[in-house]
């Protein structure tokens, strides 16, 4: 039916791949890009049927637009880092093929994370009849289409949003991150953010935590406020939220060595001079981490990410769990990745057919609450995501009231 330019050939990528790979009758030709060809090839090498490969680098718009007039694909999926994001933008406007990503865009420059810079392409998207589809990871993605999906069928209206992505995984390394981590340790490091009351409320890094006691046998986990883009789009395209948090779990074992790390600052994204060369910290940083995809074969344990939400149907007032859980093994059995670069990799595959299919295909930028939940909500049952609905315990609505 359609042909798809994969870029990245990371953690998340090889996920992509696998998982388009597994969907001939969608993905009938797929493409991989990505800087360094060798990591397209040895994820090709993984797969029962061919791809083809290529070498670009995202940055280069001319060169990544003859890629692209050269493949004619349907679609392009991005999944290099948040730093490429405009230029494939802009590379797919100048080819005139439709666009995904999993990550808003970053400069480089300063950890900024904002939807503005891509929402300003949406005259321009729009303009030339082509879809850009946003943050189709977990969380942005999946969050985004379970708080869509809970308004449809189990709100009237919203009042509270909490965010909560548990990783209950070990891989048994003494400081490694799950994803990219230089793009994990700006999130992380980053002052913490969420809406209240119609306004941004800014909080010092990881200074706020609960107590969440999680489902499938993860038990009570510790909980760190922080901002994460999908906050955003999902107070702007549902306004009646009157209050939006994110919160992510981590060891105390990971915290530690951020502290350190931070403190000694190595963590820091200004250039330093060192040795006559200009580096910067963070990514000296990341050549010393453990790459993210090594960790496939040795991480166990679950993940469990989801959206707590309170509000009224029928006049009363209600609150839900929406979320699902996956473990690491079986994702690398299946995908030989774990969890955290398969549950953005699935949304990625399954954002992208929804675009292809024509059931989420309009000309504009769009973020992934803004579509219809049900066909992207099904697909996730069937792909490798289920998910389910539940009450929630007294104790943990009490502990996330305030
Ligand atoms: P990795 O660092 O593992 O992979 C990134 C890939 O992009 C690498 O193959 C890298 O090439 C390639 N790349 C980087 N720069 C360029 C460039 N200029 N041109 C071409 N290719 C380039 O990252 P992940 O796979 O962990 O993450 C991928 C994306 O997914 C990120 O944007 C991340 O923020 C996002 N993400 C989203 C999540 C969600 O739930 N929404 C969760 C986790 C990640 P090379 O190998 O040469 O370095």
């Not at 779990?249 to 600052?265: I, Q, R």
Request: glycine share 8%; proline share 6%.
């Amino acid at each position: 039916m359609a042909k798809v330019l994969i870029i990245g050939a990371g953690g998340v990528g090889g996920v992509v791949v696998h998982k388009c790979a597994q969907l001939p009758e969608v993905f009938t030709e797929i493409v991989l890009a990505s800087r360094t060809e060798a990591k397209c090839k040895a994820i090709a090498a993984q797969l029962k049927r061919p791809i083809r490969t290529a070498q670009v680098d995202a940055d280069n718009v001319p060169e990544l637009v003859a890629l692209l007039n050269k493949e004619k694909p349907d679609l392009v999926i991005n999944v290099a880092l948040p730093y490429q994001d405009l230029h494939i933008m802009d590379a797919c406007l100048e080819a005139g093929i439709d666009y995904l990503d999993t990550a808003n865009y970053e400069p480089p420059e300063t950890a900024k994370f904002e939807y503005s810079w891509q929402w300003d392409y949406q005259d321009r998207f729009k303009n030339a009849g082509l879809t850009a589809l946003l943050g189709s990871g977990f969380d942005p993605g999946v969050t985004n289409v379970y708080t869509a999906y809970l308004k449809k069928h189990y709100f009237d209206e919203i009042h509270y949003l909490d965010i909560i992505d548990c990783n209950a995984g070990d891989h048994g390394k003494p400081f490694a991150t799950n994803f990219n981590p230089e793009i994990n340790i700006r999130e992380v490091t980053a002052k913490g953010r969420y809406w209240e009351n119609g306004e941004w409320v800014e909080t010092d890094p990881l200074s706020v935590n609960r107590v969440y006691d999680f489902p499938a046998e993860i038990g009570p986990k510790k909980i760190y406020m922080m901002y994460h883009e999908e906050l955003e789009s999902i107070t702007k395209h549902l306004p009646e939220i009157k209050r939006a948090r994110f919160w992510m779990t981590f060891s105390d074992n990971y915290l530690k060595h951020l502290e350190v790390l931070g403190n000694v600052g190595m963590t820091g994204i200004e250039p330093i001079m060192f040795e006559g060369k200009e580096i910067i910290p963070l990514q000296f940083l990341k050549a010393l981490l453990p790459d993210p995809a090594s960790l496939g074969p040795l991480t166990k344990g679950k993940t469990c990410i989801g959206c707590l939400a309170r509000g009224i149907k029928d006049g009363k007032e209600k609150i839900v769990f929406i979320y699902n859980t996956c473990d690491h093994e079986a994702c690398y059995a299946e995908v030989q990745s774990q969890a955290i670069s398969y549950t953005t990799g699935v949304p990625a595959m399954i954002g992208a057919k929804m675009i292809l299919e024509g059931k989420w295909k309009a000309p504009g930028v769009w973020n992934m609450e803004q579509f219809d939940p049900d066909p992207f909500m099904e697909d996730l049952n069937k792909y490798g995501l289920p998910w389910q609905v539940t009450d929630v315990t007294e104790a943990n609505a009490a502990e996330m009231k305030d």
